[in-house]
């Protein structure tokens, strides 16, 4: 029994504790320290972290049973608490003491079942009280303190009567009462005792309760400000008596119409709402369900109303009406198949005639203060428009006449209507104005919407004389040839140009040329590659650009840079943008600049690795950096072989010409005829023993031999280095080096030398035949390459002064040049 009791203590606490911390998160601050939200952070407590000087509180959807005394912190300068859905059974006595300068108190959708008799009390300062679906019975609530009150607002709960408590006869700031959807079914003269003693300007909100009964006299001499009894009644019949009953009542606005039974009904009665004419109205707005075969009268009871709102009926036709105050007129969702004719009504300033079916329109005639006309959507055709339909209305400042079938305008449509400010005709088909400048007189126009109207703009007086418009919309149309350059140089004040779907490639700069206020450029769903237009100097007052849907893959680094100061919204969506790592610069830049695009997190690329696209901040960056630095590296490396290789091939012509000489075979070398006997390697000095002494018992000795000098023989113009292969070497059968000191020290004869030997191994055969005109010391030799191992293996001749010697040493240089190996 003890343990039970110790555990029956424990868990209790453990409960309280838990829901005095709570486990939801923080809240939000919204605007400085005014407003804080909590909405939906699973909290069971008012957060510490809130300052006091809080004004406005959103603590929605948490969790908070029961509102004690201390469970607000001092929070005196709150105005506004919200507590929708917030689980509240119960409210103790001084529950709101620390928040008590509250002005706006929000309980919805609370399951409160118990209500202490001074809980709402303390907040003396109170003027809105939302008490919406919390299971209300009745309006016997204690709160006869709050003498300020001035919105109660009741709706979706349980209620059957409209009656105030007695108190309530105080509340002198009283103005609304909202009751909507409860059980109201009966309105009774008792109900209104206390609403007809506060003599206020109120508003009384019944919409969506099942009236069935309305005793007569309920609202007899009573001035209302609102009446709202839409969706209010039972059935058809319940409507037509309850409005009977309500004879007597003054009221500025009434609201009424589809029942809670919403089906079509079809009547046979043209006085079913005759009750309206007791019924003393300013404003009247009217859902229809009720459909009739014939004329009704449903104007009659209208005539000094100031403003009709018809929606939502079966109305075919309207009998003519004196109305004689009547400034608004709006009929939406009709089946009428003629705007009525409201000529003469001088107190007129505003007809709206929407959503028909084929409706003829005569025209409008003597209305002097008319000043809004929509007759949009209605699937009218006019001819000769629109003079002759709006002759008699000077002071009209907005013509709506979109989406209706086609118009055809004649050359001053609007003369007359110098005062218009806005014109609509978006989805209708026109003429002329693409043609002729038919809308010059329009001074005063500001607004206008040709959008999807199957213009084809051909001349550049489209939209001569319209110095005052700042808003064009043109989207749906084309353009003939280079219009665009011409076709808004007049428009200086444009401040919105909407030219999307007009299959647009390319604009000129000179588009915008004078339109220095233009703001707002709309070029979704076009052609355009490129955008090099905004670099146009007269497009600083740039906001807001959109080519989305277009065909942008790249815009230039040079355009970027350029781009408007006050560019503050991007939109370049839905374009072939392409994530290359040669287009890294665009997409760092729109990475950047992530601020300006409105759906900055969509903008699709596609790379060369997937035809599927990727988001551009998904994009690998840095793997176009580590590419880039390879592929600078690695030109770097190719530029610096190319020099070196160039500068390799520079200094070693004559080698790698020779050893390209080398590699054209062996064989192709044989097949060429030799044009000399031998080819004569030898210094310049050593040139006079050469001439007197080699050429002279040689070339002229029997048989002659015929000798290859460089001197001599060499084709002029020639590179030196061609003459020494082709003439020399390759052109001789055999190669007689003349040795010497002026040898060993010349570098045109080492060279001449190595070449030969490299020849010589190619062939396979000792085609060298050397002369020692003077000794040269060992260690000389051995600069020649080759040369002093050449002499070690090969026999030579050596030139001497003694006659005798020289004699054997013609004979054997003859036979050594003569013979064929």
Request: proline letters at 3%; glycine letters at 4%.
């Amino acid at each position: 029994m003890s343990v039970f009791c110790i555990y029956g203590g424990i868990l209790p606490l453990m409960f309280f504790i838990l829901i005095q911390n709570g486990n939801g998160e923080e809240c939000t601050k919204v605007i400085n320290n005014q407003h804080y939200s909590c909405e939906g952070r699973n909290l069971t407590y008012i957060p510490t972290s809130i300052p006091s000087s809080v004004e406005m509180l959103d603590f929605s959807f948490n969790w908070l049973p029961s509102l004690q005394k201390d469970l607000f912190p001092p929070l005196y300068d709150l105005q506004v608490l919200d507590l929708t859905r917030c689980q509240i059974q119960h409210i103790a006595d001084d529950a709101f003491h620390n928040v008590k300068n509250v002005t706006t108190l929000i309980l919805t959708g609370n399951p409160i079942s118990y209500t202490a008799p001074d809980s709402l009390n303390t907040l003396y300062k109170l003027q809105t009280l939302v008490i919406v679906d919390i299971g209300l019975l009745s309006l016997n609530i204690q709160f006869n303190n709050l003498t300020k009150l001035q919105e109660l607002k009741a709706g979706t709960n349980k209620i059957q009567t409209i009656a105030l408590p007695p108190f309530m006869i105080n509340f002198k700031d009283f103005r609304v009462l909202d009751l909507h959807a409860n059980n109201i079914s009966s309105l009774q003269v008792n109900h209104t005792a206390v609403l007809r003693q506060m003599k206020g300007n109120i508003t009384l909100i019944l919409s969506s309760n099942p009236i069935l009964h309305i005793e007569p006299g309920v609202f007899k001499d009573m001035y209302l400000k609102e009446l709202n009894i839409q969706g209010a009644f039972v059935s058809f019949d319940a409507m037509r008596y309850g409005l009977q009953a309500l004879n007597g009542l003054n009221v500025e606005k009434l609201m009424m119409g589809s029942y809670r039974l919403v089906k079509l009904i079809t009547v046979s009665d043209a006085d079913h709402l005759a009750g309206l004419c007791l019924i003393n109205f300013k404003e009247i707005y009217l859902w229809q369900r009720e459909c009739s075969n014939f004329q009704t009268n449903l104007f009659r009871c209208m005539a000094n109303a100031t403003k009709i709102f018809l929606k939502k009926g079966c109305m075919r036709s309207i009998q003519y009406v004196p109305f004689h105050q009547l400034k608004e007129l709006y009929i939406g969702s009709h089946i009428l198949s003629e705007i009525p004719d409201l000529s003469h009504v001088h107190s007129l300033e505003k007809l709206v005639v929407v959503d028909n079916k084929a409706a003829l329109f005569r025209g409008l005639h003597d209305t002097p203060k008319l000043q809004h006309v929509d007759l949009s959507r209605n699937q009218m055709t006019f001819r000769d428009c629109c003079y002759r339909y709006f002759g008699g209305v000077p002071n009209v400042r907005h013509i709506n006449l979109s989406l209706n079938a086609n118009i055809g305008l004649n050359v001053k449509p609007f003369s007359g209507n110098e005062l218009i400010e806005e014109l609509d005709f978006h989805h209708t088909n026109l003429n002329t104005i693409g043609q002729f400048g038919i809308l010059e007189n329009l001074k005063n126009l500001k607004y206008l919407d040709l959008s999807y109207t199957r213009i084809t703009f051909s001349s550049y007086l489209s939209f001569h004389g319209l110095r005052s418009l700042k808003i064009l919309k043109i989207a749906g149309n084309t353009f003939q040839g280079n219009i665009l350059s011409y076709l808004f140089e007049n428009l200086t004040a444009l401040e919105v140009l909407d030219m999307s779907h007009c299959g647009i490639d390319q604009i000129p700069c000179k588009a915008f040329i004078n339109l220095q206020k233009l703001s707002q450029i709309l070029l979704s769903h076009n052609n355009l590659m490129v955008l090099d237009f905004l670099t146009c100097p007269n497009l600083q007052s740039l906001t807001r650009l959109a080519v989305d849907q277009n065909s942008i893959s790249l815009i230039k680094l040079n355009t970027l840079q350029n781009l408007p100061a006050n560019l503050s919204v991007f939109d370049i969506s839905s374009n072939p943008i392409r994530c290359f790592c040669n287009q890294t610069d665009f997409i760092l830049w729109i990475m950047k600049h992530q601020k300006i695009f409105p759906q900055y997190s969509n903008i699709l690329c596609k790379t060369l690795l997937s035809d599927s696209k990727i988001r551009v901040i998904d994009f690998d960056i840095e793997g176009c950096v580590h590419i880039r630095r390879l592929t600078i590296v690695l030109c770097i490396c190719a530029v610096t072989f190319v020099v070196f290789i160039s500068i390799l091939t520079y200094k070693f012509q004559f080698y790698l010409r020779y050893g390209y000489i080398l590699l054209r075979g062996y064989r192709a070398s044989r097949e060429q005829e030799c044009s000399y006997d031998a080819f004569v390697i030898y210094s310049s000095k050593d040139e006079p023993w050469v001439m007197n002494e080699l050429v002279e018992n040689l070339e002229n000795g029997s048989p002659p031999i015929q000798l290859c000098l460089h001197v001599r023989d060499f084709e002029a113009g020639k590179a030196i280095t061609s003459n020494i292969i082709d003439e020399g070497i390759m052109g001789s059968r055999k190669i007689i080096v003349v040795v010497s000191k002026h040898f060993i020290e010349s570098s045109w004869c080492r060279f001449e030398f190595e070449v030969a030997q490299s020849w010589l191994v190619m062939q396979g055969n000792a085609n060298i035949i050397i002369i020692i005109l003077e000794d040269v010391e060992e260690e000389k030799s051995k600069k020649v390459f080759g040369l002093h191992k050449h002499l070690k293996n090969n026999t030579y001749l050596k030139w001497s002064g003694n006659p005798i010697n020289n004699m054997r040493f013609w004979i054997r240089l003859r036979k050594a040049v003569i013979t064929r190996k």
